[in-house]
């Protein structure tokens, strides 16, 4: 075999191992309990533990270079975590631990880039990124606005590792306060809870944004709920798509299933903030459901792609 990819989702209360053939094809999958009760010292160990069964189970060598995708941030040389809902890893120099017990190279990415990473190179995106250049926005909308961006297969971090950020760009005439310390923040209006405030300031009752989706033909405050999410949508990616101009948008997270923001109404909204007379990238769904988290951490070991 030419070559083995091996990427490591590790999450609050699971962490799944996968290990992908030189063509992104996946050649096991293993899952266990992240048990963050029991500690930090405990996650390093069953991480450790899961590689070593990852490598009993397909026979393979162990690769110099793992990739791990989880929530919030490894930060430095270190990879000192900070933000994850796996609590007893915040402040803990995860990376460089990890380093010394498997006896590898660790590549820590947060979940929303490891997505990206997945889904335009295996999942929505493959057929468009297949060629040479191309470069890929992936969103994350749900309980935040976030996002990624992939370049010719790579993802691009930025200077200060925030590069896709967009959910906390300003949105024009919005002063809402937002957990980041500003106002304004594009996810204090096209989030979910912020769609769902909104529609419970209107209609006097509270609903699931689903159950608003739902509503939206018959309610009129389910209605004006969903024409300020399409509308304020197409004005904060119309900002992105003139710094980034991707060749493909990927919508994940709990909002990239509502069906209003795959259609001309949504096309027009971004287009008519977009500086160019015609707006024709693919806006895509995701493919690869809870596959895509530890797909990309895989990814992050990379594979020569292009080469498929
Ligand atoms: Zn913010």
Redesign the pocket.
């Known amino acids: 075999m030419k070559g083995a990819y091996w990427g490591i989702d590790l999450g609050g209360t699971k962490i799944e191992g996968v290990i992908l053939d030189e063509t992104a094809r996946p050649l096991l999958r293993h899952r266990i309990a992240t048990g963050q009760e029991h500690g930090y010292e405990h996650v390093l160990m069953q991480i450790t533990g899961l590689v070593e069964t990852m490598a009993g189970k397909s026979g393979l060598d162990r690769p110099r270079t793992i990739g791990i995708g989880t929530p919030g941030r490894a930060d430095g040389r270190d990879g000192v975590v900070s933000n994850s809902n796996t609590l007893c890893l915040n402040g803990m120099p995860l990376k460089r631990d990890l380093q010394e017990s498997l006896r590898m190279e660790v590549l820590i990415e947060n979940d929303a880039n490891c997505f990206v990473l997945a889904e335009s190179m295996l999942g929505a995106g493959r057929d468009e990124m297949a060629m040479a250049g191309r470069t890929a926005f992936g969103i994350i909308m749900g309980t935040g606005v976030g996002g990624g961006i992939v370049c010719d297969g790579r993802l691009h971090g930025g200077a200060h590792g925030i590069a896709g950020e967009w959910?906390?760009n300003p949105l024009p005439g919005e002063s809402s306060a937002?957990?980041?310390?500003?106002?304004?923040?594009?996810?204090?209006v096209i989030s979910g809870p912020a769609l769902e405030s909104y529609y419970a300031a209107l209609s006097g009752r509270r609903a699931s944004l689903q159950e608003i989706t739902a509503l939206s033909g018959t309610d009129a405050s389910a209605r004006k709920t969903i024409d300020r999410l399409v509308l304020n949508f197409g004005v904060a990616l119309g900002a992105v798509i003139n710094i980034l101009d991707p060749d493909l948008v990927i919508i994940g997270g709990g909002l990239g299933n509502i069906r209003h923001l795959y259609t001309p109404e949504a096309r027009q909204a971004v287009a008519s903030n977009v500086f160019n007379h015609s707006f024709n990238i693919p806006l895509l769904p995701p493919l690869l459901g809870d596959s895509a988290g530890v797909f990309g951490a895989a990814l992050l070991a990379g594979p020569p792609l292009q080469e498929r």
């Open positions: 959910g906390h937002c957990y980041c310390g500003r106002r304004g923040c594009a996810e204090t």
